[in-house]
T-cell receptor, first 112, second 112 residues
Framework: DTGVSQNPRHKITKRGQNVTFRCDPISEHNRLYWYRQTLGQGPEFLTYFQNEAQLEKSRLLSDRFSAERPKGSFSTLEIQRTEQGDSAMYLC??????????FGEGSWLTVV | ELKVEQNPLFLSMQEEKNYTIYCNYSTTSDRLYWYRQDPGKSLESLFVLLSNGAVKQEGRLMASLDTKARLSTLHITAAVHDLSATYFCAVVLYRSARQLTFGSGTQLTVLP
């Protein structure tokens, strides 16, 4: 399968702990996006990379959140000092041109 | 700020009936997406509409875009149970390929 791959698929963590999610985009897709989705809502944009450059960040992305895409391939999203409000599904997506955007299966985070 | 509104939010329909989901957005955009999401799953791309008057069809689903009215429709013809899912529309700000703004979704249930 050559789709967008995300790991881990599920993570339960205690409040205050740090968590990191990884995203492997579809090969040769230079655009990579992170979104967050809570139950009953549409996904909300977090950040966007073109190759290794982080070109856009949402105001939702507080200073506890950091994303990287070294070498323009895989990406990581780290959440420091997790809070219960961070519980959500974190979706990664990639695109070659921006016309069609392909989403991964998502990483579910539960903060207890 | 770009706002995207879908209606209805919940839709129960009988098999073999037709119905339309509406997606209104608040500012100029040249790109509109429709996605399907099954419970606990990621988003599956259905359609990308790139110009005024664009119409795309796949099976029992047909999507159209009127950029002047800032309106897209997703028409369902002769619904079947397999179409039960949540449908999202998403819009990109004009001349920006960086972030999608999603509607709240329409939860469709097709009843036998």
């Amino acid at each position: 399968d050559t789709g967008v791959s995300q790991n881990p698929r599920h993570k339960i963590t205690k409040r205050g702990q740090n968590v990191t999610f990884r995203c492997d985009p579809i090969s040769e897709h230079n655009r990579l996006y992170w979104y967050r989705q809570t139950l009953g809502q549409g996904p909300e944009f977090l950040t966007y990379f073109q190759n290794e450059a982080q070109l856009e960040k949402s105001r939702l992305l507080s200073d506890r959140f950091s994303a990287e895409r070294p070498k323009g391939s895989f990406s990581t999203l780290e959440i420091q000092r997790t809070e219960q409000g961070d519980s959500a599904m974190y979706l990664c997506a990639s695109s070659p041109t921006g016309d069609t955007i392909y989403f991964g299966e998502g990483s579910w985070l539960t903060v207890v | 700020e770009l706002k995207v509104e879908q209606n209805p939010l919940f839709l129960s329909m009988q098999e073999e009936k037709n119905y339309t989901i509406y997606c209104n957005y608040s500012t100029t955009s040249d790109r509109l997406y429709w996605y399907r999401q099954d419970p606990g799953k990621s988003l599956e791309s259905l359609f990308v509409l790139l110009s005024n008057g664009a119409v795309k069809q796949e099976g029992r689903l047909m999507a159209s875009l009127d950029t002047k009215a800032r309106l897209s429709t997703l028409h369902i013809t002769a619904a079947v149970h397999d179409l039960s899912a949540t449908y999202f529309c998403a819009v990109v700000l004009y001349r920006s390929a960086r972030q999608l703004t999603f509607g709240s979704g329409t939860q469709l249930t097709v009843l036998p």
